[in-house]
């Protein structure tokens, strides 16, 4: 089964920086749909970065001009580079997966392959 497994949450002060990395196991990213979710205490989960197979890019205006998505086929990994963070940042976040044909399940947020999730605080 597709594995995939998020790194790099932890805690930081308002204003700092995280770098988050999924790898997937047995799995190249680079032919899937990728996105990042988050959720926050008490709320709903919400998407709030995909890369499509074409490349294309989307943010969710919560996180548009602070955070990056990218991947990094050398490493096979899905990244996001979160700057500017601040405390409404704070959740468990998590990347999910999608075969072609199906990527959009990523953009309706229900995509097959998910990783365990990592969190990240912000105070």
């Known amino acids: 089964d597709v594995q995939l497994v998020e790194s790099g949450g932890g805690s930081v002060q308002a204003g700092g920086s995280l770098r988050l990395s999924c790898v997937g196991a047995e799995l190249t990213l680079r032919g899937y749909c990728v996105g ?35 991947r990094d086929n050398a490493k096979n990994s899905l ?30 947020g229900t995509p097959h392959w998910w990783g365990q999730g990592t969190q990240v605080t912000v105070s």
């Open 36 to 70: 990042w979710f988050r959720q926050a205490p008490g709320k709903e989960r919400e998407g709030i970065a995909r890369i499509m197979t074409d490349e294309s890019t989307w943010y969710g205006d919560s996180v548009k001009g602070r955070f990056t998505i990218s």
């Open 79 to 108: 990244d996001l580079q979160m700057n500017n963070l601040k405390p409404e940042d704070t959740g468990m976040y998590y990347c999910a997966a999608d075969v072609r044909s199906s990527c959009r399940k990523v953009v309706e």
